[in-house]
T-cell receptor
Framework: EAQVTQNPRYLITVTGKKLTVTCSQN?????MSWYRQDPGLGLRQIYY???????DKGDVPEGYKVSRKEKRNFPLILESPSPNQTSLYFC???????????FGPGTRLTVL | GENVEQHPSTLSVQEGDSAVIKCTYS??????FPWYKQELGKRPQLIID?????GEKKDQRIAVTLNKTAKHFSLHITETQPEDSAVYFC????????????FGAGTQVVVTP
């Protein structure tokens, strides 16, 4: 089944404790992206990747890191999480940038 | 950078009536405008998109119109049904931005029977 998966789906952590949210797609898509969703703010792009080893900042990259070592995986890294990073995070992939994005199921992160 | 504004933030319609959501964008170079629907507790899913070389696109009960001069685009849902209840997001992406996509804040649509 063609899909985008994210893990974990739910995470409660404490300030400063490094964490990684994984994202994987099995559709051989070139493009992948991370978003955060907050009430009243819609979806805001964190980082995106046009291909392996090619990543760039979205609108809200501060406090996040990404890597794209393989085509199928695009992990989101929070080196030192803070409470303002409490949010619902979505990973998405697409054959290329100006096309339908397929979203993962989301990861709800709470930073205490 | 691009800024996308979406109105209204909430929309309540009677079943069978039409719903219209409007988005404006700031960057005249934007050329790709998708609409996503997010049901409660679910992930966003594309429902329709339009590119800047087209003024209107329809898919059954859903249509999108684009006015490049005024820099706005709208989603039209006709003959609304309870399953149309969801949050709808517009977005804009511009050529040569190499992957940046700017979303609006969303519209909560409630269809009452």
């Amino acid at each position: 089944e063609a899909q985008v998966t994210q893990n974990p789906r739910y995470l409660i952590t404490v300030t400063g404790k490094k964490l990684t949210v994984t994202c994987s797609q099995n559709m051989n898509h070139e493009y992948m992206s991370w978003y955060r969703q907050d009430p009243g703010l819609g979806l805001r792009q964190i980082y995106y990747s046009m291909n392996v080893e090619v990543t760039d900042k979205g609108d809200v990259p501060e406090g996040y890191k990404v890597s794209r070592k393989e085509k199928r995986n695009f992990p989101l890294i929070l080196e030192s999480p803070s409470p303002n990073q409490t949010s619902l995070y979505f990973c998405a992939s697409s054959p290329f940038s100006y096309n339908e994005q397929f979203f993962g199921p989301g990861t709800r992160l709470t930073v205490l | 950078g691009e800024n996308v504004e979406q109105h209204p933030s909430t929309l309540s319609v009677q079943e069978g009536d039409s719903a219209v959501i409007k988005c404006t964008y700031s960057d005249s170079a934007s050329n790709y405008f998708p609409w996503y629907k997010q049901e409660l507790g679910k992930r966003p899913q594309l429902i329709i998109d339009i590119r800047s070389n087209v003024g209107e696109k329809k898919d059954q009960r859903i249509a999108v119109t684009l006015n490049k001069t005024a820099k706005h685009f709208s989603l039209h849902i006709t003959e609304t049904q309870p399953e149309d209840s969801a949050v709808y997001f517009c977005a804009a992406s511009r050529a040569h931005s190499w992957g940046k996509l700017q979303f609006g804040a969303g519209t909560q649509v409630v269809v009452t029977p």
